[in-house]
C-alpha cells in the first residue's frame, strides 16, 4: 500500500468503513466528516485523499500519490484548504475499533469550489485626524477568516465620496487603490468644511467585490490657524514688556490679527486671573504690553485668528518679572521759565515714576549753596505740555536756591540739582543755569 507519513497498517477482513461525507468549503477547501455508530467504540481514524479523475479511484491505481492523515475518534469533522479548485479530489476513511482496523471504505470525490468574490466589508467609518486627513476604519469581509491562500484578499479600495458644486449637483467622487491587505488607511488631501462619506472594496484572485454601505459622513475641519509657538519677552519694565512671536506658515486662508493673554498664575487661565489684548495687527510680529504690575511675575500665551476662527492658545512663555517698584528717578532739567517781581514759575519733565504713581513733590529752598537752614514745602504741582510747573509766590529780594524732589508710595527721590534766582536784579536779567546753557551752546 502507498502510505505517506504514517506506519503502515494491516487492515483486517473488518468490514469497510461507512462512506464518508465530504463538503464543499468557501475557495479551495472541504470538509471531511467520518460516520460510524456510538457502539462502534472507534478510538481513531484515518483519512486518505489525493487529486485525482473518475478513473483512478481504485486504491491501487496510478496517479497522484496519496496524502494520509490519522485522528482520534473525537474529531468528527476535519477541514482542509490548500486544494487545487476546480479540480476532483477523492476520500477515503478507515476506523480503528477494539477489534482492529476496518478495511477502507469507497472513495468519494469532491471537488473543491473555486474562489468567489469577497464579502462586503462592514462597519466603515472614519475619524478626522488633521486639517486635511481622515483615517478610515472597517471590518474585513465575513469570509476573511476561512478563506484559503488562493483565494485570500490582495488589495482594497476606498471610494471617496463629496457633494457636487455650482453646476455639478450629482457627487463627486475618488477612488484610492490599496496594495496591502489592511483594515484601516489614512486619506490625505482632504478639503476643509467640506463633507465626506466613504465605502470600501475588497479584492481577490477573482475580482472586486462589493461596495460596503456609506461610512456616516464627517465634516473636515475649518483651516484655523495652528497653534503657535510659545512667544518671547524681553526689555521688562516696572510696567510693560516686549512680546515677540512667530507667524504661522503661509497658507491659502490668511491670518486676520492676534491675541495675547497674560496673567500671573501657569495654570488658571480663567477669566477673572488674566488679561486679553485683541485685534493686534497681523503685520506685527512684536508687540509692547502695558499696565503690567512692577515686581510681579507674569507668563503670556498667543494665538492666531482668520476667517474660520481662533487657534489654540500657544504653551506659556517663559516667566518674565517686571522691575521692582522703588522711589521715584532724580528731578533733572529744573528751570525757571518765568520770573516776576515776587514771584516765579519752576518747570521740570516729569519724574520716572519706577512702578507707583507720583503722590506728590517736596521742594526747599536756602539763601546760600550749602543749603544751610532749608526751607521746605509742599509745592502745588501743575502738569502742562508734558512738564511738570509749580509757582513760588512772595520771594523776597534775596538769592534763592531751589531744589525739587518727586515723591511715591516707596518714598521721596534724590534731591534734584540746585537752580539758583536772584530776585535783587531785574527780571530781565535773571536767567536760570539752563538758559544760560542754551545760550552759551
Same mark, same amino acid.
Given at each position: 500500500?502507498?502510505?505517506?507519513?504514517?506506519?503502515?497498517?494491516?487492515?483486517?477482513?473488518?468490514?469497510?468503513?461507512?462512506?464518508?461525507?465530504?463538503?464543499?468549503?468557501?475557495?479551495?477547501?472541504?470538509?471531511?466528516?467520518?460516520?460510524?455508530?456510538?457502539?462502534?467504540?472507534?478510538?481513531?481514524?484515518?483519512?486518505?485523499?489525493?487529486?485525482?479523475?473518475?478513473?483512478?479511484?481504485?486504491?491501487?491505481?496510478?496517479?497522484?500519490?496519496?496524502?494520509?492523515?490519522?485522528?482520534?475518534?473525537?474529531?468528527?469533522?476535519?477541514?482542509?484548504?490548500?486544494?487545487?479548485?476546480?479540480?476532483?479530489?477523492?476520500?477515503?476513511?478507515?476506523?480503528?475499533?477494539?477489534?482492529?482496523?476496518?478495511?477502507?471504505?469507497?472513495?468519494?470525490?469532491?471537488?473543491?469550489?473555486?474562489?468567489?468574490?469577497?464579502?462586503?466589508?462592514?462597519?466603515?467609518?472614519?475619524?478626522?485626524?488633521?486639517?486635511?486627513?481622515?483615517?478610515?476604519?472597517?471590518?474585513?469581509?465575513?469570509?476573511?477568516?476561512?478563506?484559503?491562500?488562493?483565494?485570500?484578499?490582495?488589495?482594497?479600495?476606498?471610494?471617496?465620496?463629496?457633494?457636487?458644486?455650482?453646476?455639478?449637483?450629482?457627487?463627486?467622487?475618488?477612488?484610492?487603490?490599496?496594495?496591502?491587505?489592511?483594515?484601516?488607511?489614512?486619506?490625505?488631501?482632504?478639503?476643509?468644511?467640506?463633507? +465626506?462619506?466613504? $465605502? @470600501?472594496?475588497?479584492? !481577490?484572485?477573482? %475580482?472586486? &467585490?462589493? /461596495?460596503? *454601505?456609506? #461610512?456616516?459622513? =464627517?465634516?473636515?475641519?475649518?483651516?484655523?490657524?495652528?497653534?503657535?509657538?510659545?512667544?518671547?519677552?524681553?526689555?521688562?519694565?516696572?510696567?510693560?514688556?516686549?512680546?515677540?512671536?512667530?507667524?504661522?506658515?503661509?497658507?491659502?486662508?490668511?491670518?486676520?490679527?492676534?491675541?495675547?493673554?497674560?496673567?500671573?498664575?501657569?495654570?488658571?487661565?480663567?477669566?477673572?486671573?488674566?488679561?486679553?489684548?485683541?485685534?493686534?495687527?497681523?503685520?506685527?510680529?512684536?508687540?509692547?504690553?502695558?499696565?503690567?504690575?512692577?515686581?510681579?511675575? +507674569?507668563?503670556? $500665551? @498667543?494665538?492666531?485668528? !482668520?476667517?474660520? %476662527?481662533? &487657534?489654540? /492658545?500657544? *504653551?506659556? #512663555?517663559?516667566? =518674565?518679572?517686571?522691575?521692582?517698584?522703588?522711589?521715584?528717578?532724580?528731578?533733572?532739567?529744573?528751570?525757571?521759565?518765568?520770573?516776576?517781581?515776587?514771584?516765579?514759575?519752576?518747570?521740570?519733565?516729569?519724574?520716572?515714576?519706577?512702578?507707583?504713581?507720583?503722590?506728590?513733590?517736596?521742594?526747599?529752598?536756602?539763601?546760600?549753596?550749602?543749603?544751610?537752614?532749608?526751607?521746605?514745602?509742599?509745592?502745588?504741582?501743575?502738569?502742562?505740555?508734558?512738564?511738570?510747573?509749580?509757582?513760588?509766590?512772595?520771594?523776597?529780594?534775596?538769592? +534763592?536756591?531751589? $531744589? @525739587?524732589?518727586?515723591? !511715591?508710595?516707596? %518714598?521721596?527721590?534724590? /534731591?534734584? *540739582?540746585?537752580?539758583?534766582?536772584?530776585?535783587?536784579?531785574?527780571?530781565?536779567?535773571?536767567?536760570?543755569?539752563?538758559?544760560?546753557?542754551?545760550?552759551?551752546?
Amino acid at each position: 500500500m502507498g502510505v505517506t507519513g504514517l506506519d503502515i497498517v494491516e487492515l483486517s477482513a473488518l468490514p469497510q468503513a461507512a462512506t464518508p461525507i465530504v463538503l464543499q468549503m468557501p475557495a479551495g477547501a472541504v470538509k471531511v466528516l467520518p460516520r460510524w455508530a456510538d457502539e462502534d467504540e472507534v478510538s481513531k481514524w484515518r483519512l486518505k485523499y489525493r487529486l485525482g479523475t473518475k478513473d483512478d479511484i481504485d486504491f491501487n491505481s496510478d496517479g497522484e500519490p496519496w496524502l494520509e492523515l490519522e485522528l482520534r475518534h473525537f474529531t468528527r469533522e476535519l477541514p482542509l484548504s490548500g486544494l487545487e479548485f476546480g479540480q476532483p479530489y477523492h476520500f477515503k476513511v478507515a476506523i480503528e475499533t477494539p477489534d482492529g482496523w476496518s478495511d477502507w471504505s469507497q472513495a468519494v470525490e469532491c471537488v473543491p469550489p473555486e474562489p468567489s468574490l469577497p464579502g462586503k466589508c462592514a462597519a466603515v467609518y472614519s475619524l478626522v485626524k488633521g486639517d486635511s486627513t481622515a483615517e478610515i476604519r472597517w471590518t474585513k469581509p465575513v469570509d476573511f477568516a476561512v478563506t484559503a491562500q488562493c483565494a485570500r484578499i490582495t488589495r482594497y479600495q476606498i471610494r471617496v465620496t463629496w457633494p457636487g458644486e455650482g453646476e455639478q449637483s450629482e457627487d463627486c467622487h475618488q477612488d484610492i487603490i490599496i496594495d496591502e491587505d489592511t483594515d484601516t488607511w489614512d486619506v490625505p488631501n482632504l478639503l476643509s468644511v467640506t463633507n +465626506y462619506t466613504f $465605502q @470600501v472594496a475588497a479584492e !481577490n484572485i477573482t %475580482g472586486w &467585490g462589493e /461596495w460596503s *454601505d456609506f #461610512s456616516p459622513a =464627517i465634516t473636515m475641519q475649518p483651516p484655523v490657524p495652528i497653534t503657535l509657538n510659545s512667544p518671547t519677552l524681553r526689555r521688562a519694565t516696572h510696567h510693560s514688556a516686549v512680546i515677540q512671536w512667530q507667524h504661522p506658515p503661509e497658507s491659502a486662508t490668511l491670518v486676520e490679527s492676534f491675541r495675547f493673554r497674560y496673567g500671573t498664575s501657569l495654570t488658571k487661565w480663567i477669566p477673572k486671573d488674566f488679561v486679553e489684548i485683541q485685534d493686534v495687527s497681523s503685520n506685527l510680529s512684536q508687540y509692547v504690553i502695558e499696565s503690567l504690575k512692577p515686581g510681579s511675575i +507674569y507668563y503670556f $500665551q @498667543v494665538r492666531a485668528l !482668520n476667517t474660520y %476662527g481662533m &487657534g489654540i /492658545w500657544s *504653551d506659556s #512663555s517663559i516667566p =518674565i518679572r517686571t522691575l521692582d517698584g522703588k522711589e521715584p528717578s532724580k528731578v533733572v532739567e529744573l528751570r525757571v521759565p518765568h520770573i516776576y517781581k515776587s514771584f516765579i514759575t519752576l518747570q521740570w519733565p516729569p519724574a520716572e515714576e519706577n512702578g507707583y504713581p507720583l503722590t506728590g513733590h517736596l521742594l526747599r529752598y536756602a539763601h546760600t549753596p550749602d543749603m544751610e537752614k532749608p526751607v521746605e514745602i509742599q509745592p502745588t504741582v501743575v502738569r502742562k505740555d508734558g512738564c511738570d510747573t509749580c509757582d513760588i509766590r512772595h520771594l523776597r529780594k534775596l538769592k +534763592y536756591h531751589f $531744589q @525739587v524732589a518727586a515723591i !511715591n508710595k516707596m %518714598g521721596m527721590a534724590e /534731591w534734584s *540739582d540746585m537752580v539758583v534766582v536772584d530776585m535783587t536784579e531785574p527780571p530781565h536779567a535773571i536767567e536760570d543755569s539752563s538758559t544760560r546753557a542754551l545760550k552759551n551752546a
